[in-house]
């Protein structure tokens, strides 16, 4: 998982973090860095031509930002339901992003989609 800027800039970061050990999760490592433009469009690559991925890059390079590995049986699917639909007018009542989230682009969290991708995302930050 990942703690985006605007959460950051909005000093979010223990109410995440209470949320997702409230909710079962145990933090098994956690950094808080700023990315490049570029090392944001490496994190990104999967977004490669899409409209979106300029301003994301930016966004996401804007300030720093949370990212973390939680541990938790059924990790993947509960942390996405945690956290909610990326359009926080579509997401449910109570998770993260319908709670926190700005728009669709400061949304204040990102987490994995598979257990592949996290792996890939983990060691992308982490050792």
């Given amino acids: 998982m990942i703690i985006k800027p605007d959460a950051t800039d909005r000093n979010l970061i223990g109410e995440i973090l ?3 050990e409230k909710s079962g999760f145990t ?5 808080m860095l700023r990315l490049t433009p570029e090392r944001a469009r490496v994190f990104y690559a999967v977004h490669e031509g899409k409209p979106f991925l300029d ?6 390079s804007s300030g720093p930002i949370v990212p973390m590995i939680l541990e938790k049986d ?3 699917a509960d942390l996405r339901a945690l956290i909610g639909a990326t359009d926080p007018k579509k997401a449910a009542c109570g998770t993260l992003r319908y709670d926190l989230a700005l728009d669709v682009e400061k949304n204040s969290v990102h987490a ?5 991708n996290a792996a ?3 060691g992308f930050f982490f050792k």
Avoid: Y
């Avoid at 933090?27 to 950094?31: D, E, K, P, T, V």
């Fill in 27 to 31: 933090i098994r490592a956690l950094q």
């Fill in 112 to 116: 994995s989609d598979s257990g592949e």
């Fill in 55 to 60: 301003s994301l890059c930016r966004f996401m």
């Fill in 18 to 20: 209470r949320r997702v």
């Fill in 120 to 122: 890939k995302e983990i």
């Fill in 74 to 76: 059924n990790a993947v």
